[in-house]
């Protein structure tokens, strides 16, 4: 009796731990097996992010030539701001991507700030700073994922716009 009591107690455990063992382990393919220069088709997730020197966008890739162990993966791509015209790709762009891949940094300092970790909680593998962007498919999602986002994105400018600065920060951190 105690040992059936036992394992549909710990069966959870159990079970996280070979679920933390294979994600911590396709993350160590990745980061091993990624050439440095790539060559990828990819489809942007998500909205820009416009930082002062750069553009930052979620992609998936679809196709590397190098490779196959990252397809299916997303990565954050990089934009320098300047080298080329400035670029607008919106949710579900198919986009062609030269680029430099750098896989995350780990923590530095004892107790202090893990890049790789912190990208592991966001479900990214690396960063790719692109050398050359080409858009090959504009709006290659579906009706209700484009009027998903486009819903999610007005509800925050209007909340941004209609509602002090603390309240708008907390409803937004709710979408």
């Known amino acids: 009796m105690p040992i059936i009591y036992f394992f549909f107690v710990q069966k959870e455990n159990l079970f996280g731990f070979f679920y933390i063992f294979?994600?911590?382990k396709?993350?160590?393919?990745?980061?091993?097996?990624?050439?440095?220069?790539?060559n990828i088709v990819a489809t942007v997730v998500g909205e820009k992010q416009d930082k002062t020197y750069k553009e930052v966008y979620r992609i998936c890739i679809d196709n590397m030539e190098q490779t196959s162990v990252a397809n299916g993966k997303e990565m954050l791509l990089e934009i320098k701001k300047g080298k080329e015209k400035e670029s607008s790709f919106s949710d579900g762009d198919k986009?062609?991507?030269?680029?430099?891949?750098?896989?995350?940094?780990?923590?530095?300092?004892?107790?202090?700030?893990?890049?790789?970790?912190?990208?592991?909680?966001?479900?990214?593998?690396?960063?790719i700073t692109a050398s050359k962007v080409e858009l090959i498919k504009h709006t290659n999602r579906h009706l209700l994922g484009q009027s998903m986002g486009w819903v999610a994105k007005s509800m925050k400018e209007k909340a941004i716009a209609m509602l002090p600065e603390e309240s708008a920060g907390m409803l937004i951190g709710l979408l």
């Open 95 to 127: 986009i062609y991507v030269i680029g430099t891949y750098s896989v995350p940094s780990g923590q530095r300092n004892y107790q202090g700030f893990d890049y790789r970790f912190y990208l592991k909680t966001k479900q990214l593998y690396g960063t």
């Open 22 to 24: 294979y994600i911590e």
């Open 26 to 38: 396709a993350y160590t393919q990745v980061y091993k097996t990624m050439p440095q220069e790539v």
